[in-house]
């Protein structure tokens, strides 16, 4: 058995009984790398040196038997920043950017004793569902080599499911992180907005990006939740809330648990092979104990319209700062400041970027500002409402994450419509602020269909203890690709 | 209410965005942009007279500090990432033409 099929607790207690190294371990990781990166293509930047230089550190220093995570490695999304190591949203605007502070969470992974491996790729400021608008390459999903990934955190998906890394850190602001887990048959969880910090995440939509983990088994995703949570001065927006040990009562099962699921998201639309397993789902939710019944998010239609005029308007003001000024990309031969901006911004990004940020300048834009924005908001909030009426009286929700298994590549990026509807299951849930996971739930054709389980604001640990109990009761996450 | 962008409408958006976009693309983007219009647009089709409206996802609080001043980022380490600077000051060609060029 390789090193990398161990669970981060496995590990932990492997460096502790001294049957291991942090070393050992590293060594691994960059040999699975090395084997597998030429067909996946997860990454953008890798720091082999650095991490192993870190990992025979720690093992001189000698691994705390009570700093569960100390020593392991994990991989980064390359939007958020890491000191020292260049971090580029898979944009060419920002293709020498090297950051010269970390991001909230790469500091509490450091503080935690994890070792970074490197930078996963992505679509261009997380904006696609597929990994296909990377300024830099192309990520493959490690189940089928001619598929996507997932998007935007593709490459932190693919990385997890290839084996190159036990974990990694990814973002989602409209499905980002539970749509590739879904593709990749991994654990993804999108925290409730202001869980984690956002400070040092290259924003996209501020209010809806959250960051949150990848993995292979539920605990290791909570366990990795426990360790970048909290409340930071430096993000406005990150909450006061007390961040409780997301592992406590995992075990507790869900016998009673009130489950709603709503038809919306069981509608003609569905994959029949995704369909098929998030119905048998429920039959192992049912058979566990748990009250699952239907309920309805009557608004949900209009999650993606909504979706898009919010994230793309929060989008184009974010986006206002890469001008070629301070950092990233400079065009040549601009003769005054406005046509540096211009060529600048035309040179550096992207198709997708520029389309989001005009739609969401014309979204704002006097004459359309009311009709487009304000509305938007105004259905944001029916949205929220569907969610907390069902609430009232269930403790989750169950849909499935995606309506189809992972597409061709080249399959919808020319298409940007049928791009964006592809994140109707997903994109309701970042505009409530709730928190979701998405858990692999059985097979369809032969590719990963993920299981979405939505919960409660701040109620993380109900979904971890939900998604557990049908960890335990099935084998769909001990599958491997073949690679 | 519906609209229908024309090349016209997006090359007046790319400029308030400081974005160029070539002869060669304009007609790709027009109908792209008028594409994704069209689907946003069936939220014309929800009645939202009296509902309040939501700009974000959290919970917010009024968060106090000591007014303590703390160090900020370092100047130096900042100007790391800036492409061209002299005498402290981030070079940029001219603001104001004054037909002296950026001297």
Redesign the interface.
Known sequence: MSLLEHTLEELHTMLVNKETTAEEIMTAVFARISETEDKIGAFITITEEEALLKAREMDEAGIDPDDLLSGLPIGIKDNIITEGTLTTAASRILED??P??DATVSKKIKEAGMISVGKLNMDEFAMGGSTETSYFKLTRNPWNLEKVPGGSSGGSAAAVASGQVPVALGTDTGGSIRQPAAFNGIVGMKPT??RVSRFGLIAFGS??DQIGPFSRTVKDNALVLNAISG?D?AD??S??QEVPDFTAGIEKGVKGMKIGVPKEYMSEGLQPGVKEAVLKAVETYRSLGAIVEEVSLP?S??G???Y??IASSEA?SNL?RF??????Y?AEG??????????T??EG?G?EV??R???G???L?SG?YD??F?????????I?QDFEKVFDSYDLILGPTATTTAFDIGGKVKD??AM??ADILTVPV?????PAISIPCGFSEGMPVGLQLIGK?FDEQTIYRAAYAFEQATDFHKERPNL | MTVNVNEQDIRHVAKLAKLEISDDEIKKFTVQMDNIIDMVEQLDTLDTKDVPEMYHGAFIENVMREDKAVPGTDREALFENVKESKDGLIRVPAIIDNGEGDA
């Open positions: 950017f090297v010269i502070y907005y202001g209010s809806l409340a001065p406005s927006m909450a006061q608004h239609q209009y993606i319209a909504a898009y005029i184009s206002q001008d070629g000024i301070r950092y990233g400079r601009a003769e005054s400041l406005d046509e540096l901006y211009i060529k911004r035309s990004f198709d520029k389309r940020i005009m739609l300048t014309f979204s834009s359309y009709a487009h304000k509305k938007a908001a105004k259905v944001r909030t029916l929220r940007p419509v964006y509807l970042n505009l409530a602020g709730v604001h």
